[in-house]
């Protein structure tokens, strides 16, 4: 049976084989794991079709491949616990013929085994593949012995393997892989990076009166995070101002404004950073995008994030609050978007008031990073401003809200 | 008949009774299985009933008969010279019913359970027994089928002289003029039992020699025309006319010329399709070949966890000798053990008068696959047993590997040539080099020293062959 990669979420052509769950010889069961592959933005375990024996692992750790290649073979259990009959009957069924002449001469062809049959018994009865042995008889003729040491071999190889687990944990220790997601990611910050002249200016918002909102909400039983606020705010900003909504085409010299607001929301995971999508966020409710944030951060957590969940952003943003975080940031846009807007830790500060008087204001810094190439600074602080504003006066939004 | 009733659980089921099955029945009852024996006719298959046995019968009353000749010089003096065909067969049917139950006793000492009905699969756990009018399901933990051949089709003519190698051996009377098509071993068997028989035979062969080893083939063709049976080389049956009287078979050589050949009875085989069919194996999805014959592997498991396949119904030569293997090995698999069938010695044997056997790699193939292999013949009228016995007729060839002195193939044609098979055999799978065959002492005198004389021969030590007549073709 040939296991091959099968087309696990929208759009997937291609995925980078990570890890193999299992080595050639290893019995397994239907629905365990056999091995994980990544593709740009997940990664996802191959299961069992059914129990049987590891026959043979054809692609190594590592490689890309595209999906429908063979990944390993399996040979199906036969009920006599670990014979290993069915790859014969494959080797078997492809080369027999109906014609009875024509098999007698296949048989002769084939290679002749150069031993006696108690030998071969032996050999049989300790799983070896006889063919595979070289005879050290004269004239290539194979042992009691030769099979021994085959038996011997196989049996230093399986105690050695714990050692050698060991061994690889201790590198492991001083030197990480780089690969999977944590590659995926380099790749793609890098082509980013590479690729968009990027520019980051900061700015601070006070979030006083809408801590105040959400509170009043929450005596109420309503439960709204401050994220999806923001992403409100962030989509009445983005209708206002369509650029930060765009991705550039170069290639064609166009700015492709995108129609719908898809709010990619980078997520740090035990496996590194993800970036799942809650999509037409101004058509939605405030409710219905807490549950859909609220599910979308559970499925991250649980590694449980579909191809869909992970595709289809026009704007992403990054709230560091929640990890305690930093004062400021110079985010890599999350490319093809145009901007993207990080979210710092909300703290209380003395501020001035209109007043001339000292206030204890909740504030929160904001880092906003756009594509140089097709937003001016001059936009990008209107676009802040006006972010700022929606959020300083959270009722004024609703004025906006569609 | 009612389906849905509830299956009744069965360990082991077997599903035909020829040699392959009946053998896997009890070497499966042996390793402490409960097995279930299905079979819809009596136990014994083709091999006991219209094969092997019969045949093997009519061959050592034809070697009787041609013996009687030779007895005068030991002094037995032969009244008269006749054969009554209806004695043979009522020889036969005793023969047959001795055997028959034969192994129905040991399938009772065995505590094989054994049913009567047709089977038929309905899951890959489960089979449906028609027997009469009652149906039952057996849910089984393994299945072997042993299920055989079928002659395919209906017979082509109801005229009872047009024969296949079945109703061949029902005749009640000796025919005429055999005309025999073919020169598989079932053909040439015929061929030389009718003729000593009483036959006239004429047999005819499509290509232009037989295919054994070629010491055997000319030794054989040379016995055969000794024998007055007349044989056409290169000879395809173009058109069969029959009449009251005889029956006409235009054959048309490699050069288009066509000729007649008058006969009064005709034989060929029959063409014989895999029961699989009929066993449902395409319901299961199982694999087959292109004629139906059903894919195992050399564990004997077919392409479904936990079923087995055995015999005719299965690819390769249809010989009983294969099937008993295949169900042995079959059962072991089943039981745990780690069995294996292997056909590459399977030894090719032919009950003509004399016989034929023939193991391993001919010549030709030798030279093919090796860079130097050598050959060496002897002729076992320079035995002291044959000088004994007067059986002069046959010879031993003998083929190794130069490089290595491993023994390739062992070919004997002659009185004896058939129990030297189990030397063959031994030889070859026990990967024998040439000393491992001087080395031994054989009986003497007998037929056996022609191994010995065939292998000292490959390096002219032949102690029976003239000086620089050890026949060495390198």
Redesign the interface.
Known sequence: MEIKLHDIGEGMTQAELIHYFVKPGDKINADDPLVEVQTDKMTAEIPSPASGIVKELMIEPGATIAVGTTIMLIE??????S?E??T??V???AT???D??K???E???TK??????YT??IA??H?ISIEMIDGSG????ISDEDIYSAIKAEKIQTNQTPARTEEVIKEKQSSIPYSGIRRKIGNKVTQSLFTVPHCTHFEEVDVTELLQFKEQLKKEGKNISATIFFIKALGVCLREFPVFNSSLDEKNELIVLHPAIHIGLATDTADGLLVPVLKNISQKSFRALQEEMREIQQKAKDKALSMADLTGSTFTVSNAGPLGGSIGATPILNYPESALMAFHKIKKRPMVNAKDEIVIRSMMNISMTYDHRIIDGGSAVMFTNRFAELIEQPISMMVELT | MVVGEIAEEKDVVVIGGGPGGYQAAIRAAQLGRKVTLIEKENVGGVCLFTGCIPSKLFAEAGKKRSSLNSLSRLGIAVREDSFDLSVLQSTKQKVIAQLQSGIEKLIHENRIERIKGSAYFLANDRIGVESGHTFSIFRFSSAIIAAGCSIAGTKESEDHRLLDYESIYALQEVPKHLAVIGDDYLALEAASSFQQLGAKVTLVVEKEDFHFEASINKELKRIFKKRNIKMHFNQKVQQIDSNEEEIKIVLEGEDGQTSSLLASHMVKAASREPNSFHLGADRLKMKTGKNGHILINDACQTSIEGIYAVGDITEGPALAVKAIKQGKVAAEVIAGCSAEYDGRFLPLILHTNPPVSSCGLTEDEAKEMYKNSRTASFPLAALGISAVTGNREGMVTVIIDEATDVLLGLHAIGEGAVELAASSVLALEMAGRTEDLTFGLYAHPSVSEGLLEAVEALTGKSIHLAAGQSKINV
Do not use: M, W, Y
Not at chain 1, 76 to 81: G, H, I, R, W
Not at chain 1, 112 to 117: D, F, G, H, N, V
Not at chain 1, 138 to 141: I, L, S
């Open positions: 199906a259990v036969n009920s006599t616990k014979r009959p069915n014969r009957a080797k078997e069924f027999k013929s109906s009875v002449k098999i007698d001469t048989i002769n062809k002749r085994i150069l031993a006696s049959p071969r018994k049989r009865d799983q004269p004239g290539g003729r």
